[in-house]
């Protein structure tokens, strides 16, 4: 690529993120990630009112604040981070490891029953030495896949974050597996020269005994 369209691109980006804080802060959400999950939604219609939701990496809580609003009163909304965040209306905010097997224990037994949709937007913390990240990554989306298959119903659904690399693709033949369909999304909303991409995998065919 020529270092024209480079600093094209990149100037295509920068002016893409701006355009969509600006619409966060005017529709009063906490973050630009909303418009993902809002495009994935509109696209897969993934969110509906009365379902029972868990978001793994919800701080400072965009995804949250869209995700409550469309399950309405009836529906629950379990947020969890390692990050402080501040409360929703109709939100069960927890702060802690999502992965902790005490940790577990507790938040496991605040769910109304099995969830319809586990949401995961986390990312580990990069170190910048490409092998230590690579498992990072891997750790982190097989400790999210575990997670899901213990707590969603029959049927249910996962949307998580996922970077692209070779260690994806046992990963994503391990998702085939587990659920009826799994598929990519890369919204707009993400920044086109990232790595940065969503697996959607829907109708998990067998649960996995709860966490005890």
Not at 58 to 66: L, N, R
Not at 122 to 136: E, F, H, L
């Amino acid at each position: 690529m020529s270092r024209r369209k480079q600093k094209r691109g990149a100037w295509l980006d920068h002016a893409c993120r701006d355009s969509f804080n600006r619409r966060a802060r005017q529709q009063g959400y906490r973050s630009r990630s909303v418009f993902k999950l809002l495009e994935i939604d509109h696209r897969d219609r993934l969110i509906k009112s009365g379902m029972h939701v868990l978001e793994l990496g919800a701080a400072p809580g965009g995804w949250t604040q869209y995700v409550a609003e469309n399950v309405g009163p009836a529906g629950t909304v379990v947020a969890i981070d390692l990050l402080p965040m501040e409360p929703l209306n109709n939100v069960r905010v927890l702060r802690g490891n999502f992965a902790d097997p005490d940790f577990q224990l507790d938040y496991i037994s605040t769910l109304d029953g099995p969830v319809d949709l586990v949401l995961s937007d986390m990312a580990p913390n990069i170190t910048g030495i490409r092998q230590v990240d690579q498992a990072n990554v891997l750790t982190l989306l097989e400790q999210t896949l575990h997670l899901s298959t213990c707590v969603l119903r029959q049927g249910g659904n996962l949307l998580m974050k996922v970077f692209e690399g070779p260690e994806l693709k046992d990963f994503r033949a391990k998702c085939d597996r587990m659920f009826g369909q799994v598929q990519v999304r890369k919204p707009v909303a993400s920044r086109s020269r990232s790595r940065e991409y969503y697996l959607l995998a829907q109708s998990l065919l067998h649960t996995t005994p709860r966490i005890r």
